[in-house]
């Protein structure tokens, strides 16, 4: 009964190549974000979605594309993968937008690229 | 800018050695201020949410308490499983809904 999900756990690949990181909640939780944690372990918001639309875009270079196909899943699509992207990427969601809800975490993709 | 500073940035305690971690902000408004804990290869797992200055909560050996510029959380009587990093977040109001973190406070606790 994992709240909330995400997939793969480490994803190893090639500068250059595309990929994506699933996350999926069962929490029935309206808004979900990606956040990024660097080599030094800072947590930064990249997006954040409510009810399938995009209410937060943090500078995140255009290579990276949140698509959210239903509210309960949030994907992230990464194109032309460079060296800096290497880092953990964490899912998370809240109940509903515009209160201090209590963002849940999901277990993180570990990202490397060579 | 929304900013959050965690002191120290590493902790050492004994077991049982009670002791307090530091979470200072500077936002342009509260929404809320929380707690996370991460173990190693795990994402953050929520502790507390603290709303306005002089609110206190407990949980266990932890208690979190709020002023209007910091928060602290303090530690009663540490237990080795209490070691993990301590991720203090603000969530400012006017309607972004993103956390702002601090660099995190790693926590040791020796047997």
């Known amino acids: 009964d994992t709240a909330v999900s995400q997939t793969p756990k480490y994803l190893v690949t090639q500068m250059g190549n595309d990929k994506s990181i699933k996350c999926e909640q069962n929490l029935g939780h309206d808004t979900m974000y990606w956040y990024k944690q660097d080599s030094k372990k800072f947590l930064k918001i990249m997006f954040s979605y409510n009810n399938k639309e995009l209410i937060i875009n943090e500078t995140v270079p255009n290579r990276f594309s949140p698509k959210s196909p239903d509210k309960a899943h949030l994907n992230l699509h990464i194109n032309s993968l460079e060296l800096g992207d290497s880092a953990v990427y964490f899912c998370?969601?809240?109940?509903?937008?515009?209160?201090?809800?209590?963002?849940?975490f999901g277990p993180g993709t570990r990202l490397t690229v060579l | 800018e929304d900013q959050v500073t965690q002191s120290p940035e590493a902790l050492r305690l004994q077991e049982g050695e009670s002791s307090s971690l530091n979470c200072s902000y500077t936002?342009?408004?509260?929404?809320?201020l929380f707690w996370y804990r991460q173990d190693p290869g795990k994402g953050p797992e929520f502790l507390f949410t603290l709303y306005s200055a002089g609110e206190e909560k407990e949980k266990e050996r932890l208690k979190a308490t709020l002023t209007k510029k910091e928060s602290f959380l303090h530690i009663t009587a540490p237990k080795p499983e209490d070691s993990a990093t301590y991720l203090c977040?603000?969530?400012?109001?006017?309607?972004?809904?993103?956390?702002?973190f601090g660099k995190g406070t790693k926590l040791t606790v020796n047997p």
């Open positions: 936002v342009s408004g509260l929404r809320g």
């Open positions: 998370a969601s809240s109940q509903r937008a515009g209160r201090a809800d209590t963002q849940y």
């Open positions: 977040a603000v969530q400012a109001q006017g309607g972004s809904e993103k956390l702002v």
